[in-house]
């Protein structure tokens, strides 16, 4: 089992920057790869970024390319998701989540575990 804590949300501006963290417990997460999905009222949810379990390997949704960043901290059992120049349609909840076996998956349903999410606002 792998329990999953987003954290970092909050009200900003558009423009403005946030960094999500992702802490795990009870399983290393170097063993999985990370995702970051969010939802948006109304809307459905979306893939926006992983990172695979070694972390040299990243991917974005279009929508967030050049403007959001994924790393980890195998440390620290920990992934961040750096978000600059938000806009209002980042506004959503974002999740995290973790998957095993291979690949890169896009699609939450081979997410295995998920967090509890942590609210992104931006402000126009």
């Known amino acids: 089992q792998v329990q999953l804590v987003e954290s970092g949300g909050g009200a900003v501006q558009t423009g403005g920057s946030l960094r999500l963290s992702c802490a795990a417990s009870?399983?290393?997460?170097?063993?999985?790869?990370m995702g970051w999905f969010r939802q948006a009222p109304g809307k459905e949810r979306e893939f926006v970024s992983a990172?695979?379990?070694?972390?040299?390997?990243?991917y974005y949704a279009d929508a967030v390319k050049g403007r959001f960043t994924v790393s980890g901290d195998n440390a620290k059992n920990t992934v961040y998701l750096q978000m600059n120049t938000l806009k209002p349609e980042d506004t959503a909840v974002y999740y995290c989540?973790?998957?095993?076996?291979?690949?890169?998956?896009?699609?939450?349903?081979?997410?295995?575990?998920w967090g509890q999410g942590t609210q992104v606002t931006v402000s126009s």
């Open positions: 989540a973790a998957a095993g076996g291979v690949g890169i998956p896009r699609g939450g349903y081979a997410y295995s575990y």
């Open positions: 009870g399983r290393t997460l170097s063993n999985y790869v």
């Open positions: 990172i695979s379990p070694n972390g040299d390997s990243t």
